[in-house]
């Protein structure tokens, strides 16, 4: 039973347009909200993260909002560039151990 | 710059083999996890250590599949006998103190 949903396996956006990746989570035990970025043949690599107290945390480029009410997270990148084309996976946390999302692949062209 | 690393990077077997993934975590990382990457699941979790004792490997098929840590440095994660179902990417990741997980480059693992 997949707890942390991403529907869209994929996203296509023209370099320096924003880029809007949304996840779905539908345990309300979840205090702890990350997103992992993955390049092909290297393993998923931290990107961002929120807690629970908050409705957004903004690093760079990259910005999280939280909606708990809705259980919905997304991820803002803006502007979009090239080298942002990888898997983007969602994860949230109840404690030690991360669920992931099944991920949305980004595609940015130029 | 401390990394997680695994071996072997690929693994190609035929089916009823053994297949052993070894990882070795960030020193001074408490935590460590198995994770395997499919096409359907995504990023399943398979069975994470904390300090070495195991905490949960509910992910994990008990009939034929292992997870150990023998010392800090070391976690291993054994398949006997392999099935190609078990055909993915098997991730080890290690934490420390917050909820980042360092992700080590994985194991393709094949079998045929």
């Known amino acids: 039973d997949q707890q942390v949903k991403q529907n869209s396996p994929s996203l296509s956006v023209q370099e320096g347009r924003i880029s809007i990746l949304n996840c779905d989570y539908t345990n309300s035990m979840f205090d702890y909200f990350l997103w992992y970025k993955k390049y092909p043949a290297e393993g998923p690599t931290f990107l961002i993260s929120?807690?629970?107290?908050?409705d957004k945390n903004e690093d760079g480029r990259f910005t999280v909002f939280l909606n708990k009410s809705a259980k919905h997270l997304s991820l803002h990148i803006v502007p979009s560039q090239p080298g942002d084309s990888a898997v983007y996976f969602c994860?949230?946390?109840?404690?030690?151990?991360?669920?992931f999302g099944k991920g949305t692949s980004l595609l940015v062209t130029p | 710059d401390a990394r997680v690393t695994q071996t072997p990077r690929h693994k190609v077997t035929e089916m009823g083999q053994e297949v052993t993934m070894r990882c070795q975590p960030i020193l001074g990382h408490n935590t460590v996890f198995w994770y395997r990457q499919t096409m359907m699941q995504g990023l399943e979790l398979l069975a994470y250590f904390r300090n070495r004792a195991p905490l949960d490997d509910s992910g994990m098929p008990k009939d034929r599949f292992s997870a150990e840590m023998p010392d800090a440095t070391l976690a291993t994660l054994k398949i006997q006998p392999s099935e190609p179902r078990d055909s993915a990417v098997y991730f080890c990741a290690s934490v420390g103190d917050t909820f980042e997980l360092y992700f080590g480059p994985g194991t393709r693992l094949t079998v045929t």
């Open positions: 929120i807690s629970s107290i908050k």
């Open positions: 994860a949230a946390s109840a404690g030690y151990a991360l669920n």
